[in-house]
């Protein structure tokens, strides 16, 4: 029984290293193709003629640090600065909701600040009802809490009026 032990361990360790080296070069490929897409989306930014083109880029470079998991705190921050850029884009609100879709604390965060920044006139009624209906959709699902799901439900219907 003893003999069969050690071919068994060394067969273990050898199967663990040619898993590590397998994995290992998508990792890199992946994090280098995020780092390639944030640049372009900062070139971007700095390049773009006006504040609807700005907010695109602002977008495309958080969905890029999305893809890498460190980025968390600087998605947010672009995903900001594009709602803000432009606050009648439903667009824009679209690309947030899926982006963060997998992180609902994120997204709930994200979406209350552009309630907070942004204002619920007239001109920005169609991108409000639509963050109103992601934070609806996200308490009811995601972050189970229905008394404020059926209370953002109720400001969508007041503001349909």
């Given at each position: 029984?003893?003999?069969?032990?050690?071919?068994?361990?060394?067969?273990?360790?050898?199967?663990?290293?040619?898993v590590?080296?397998?994995?290992?070069?998508?990792?890199?490929?992946?994090?280098?193709?995020?780092?390639?897409?944030?640049?372009a989306?900062?070139?971007?930014?700095?390049?773009?003629?006006?504040?609807?083109?700005?907010?695109?880029?602002?977008?495309?470079?958080?969905?890029?640090?999305?893809?890498?998991?460190?980025?968390?705190?600087r998605?947010?921050?672009?995903?900001?600065?594009?709602?803000?850029?432009?606050?009648?884009?439903?667009?824009?609100?679209?690309?947030?909701?899926?982006?963060?879709?997998?992180?609902?604390?994120a997204?709930?965060?994200?979406?209350?600040?552009?309630?907070?920044?942004?204002?619920?006139?007239?001109?920005?009624?169609?991108?409000?009802?639509?963050?109103?209906?992601?934070?609806?959709?996200?308490?009811?699902?995601?972050?189970?809490?229905?008394?404020?799901?059926?209370a953002?439900?109720?400001?969508i219907?007041?503001?349909g009026?």
């Amino acid at each position: 029984m003893t003999d069969l032990r050690i071919p068994l361990v060394v067969l273990a360790v050898l199967f663990g290293l040619l898993v590590l080296i397998r994995m290992r070069p998508t990792a890199r490929r992946k994090s280098q193709a995020s780092r390639e897409a944030l640049a372009a989306a900062e070139a971007k930014i700095a390049s773009a003629p006006n504040e609807v083109e700005r907010a695109l880029a602002f977008c495309e470079a958080g969905e890029a640090c999305v893809a890498r998991l460190s980025r968390n705190e600087r998605a947010l921050g672009y995903f900001l600065k594009a709602m803000k850029a432009d606050p009648t884009s439903t667009e824009i609100v679209e690309r947030v909701v899926n982006a963060l879709d997998h992180r609902p604390r994120a997204l709930e965060a994200v979406l209350w600040r552009r309630l907070a920044v942004t204002g619920w006139g007239e001109k920005n009624s169609a991108a409000t009802k639509l963050v109103l209906r992601a934070l609806s959709e996200v308490y009811g699902t995601k972050l189970r809490n229905p008394t404020r799901g059926r209370a953002l439900t109720q400001a969508i219907a007041l503001l349909g009026r």
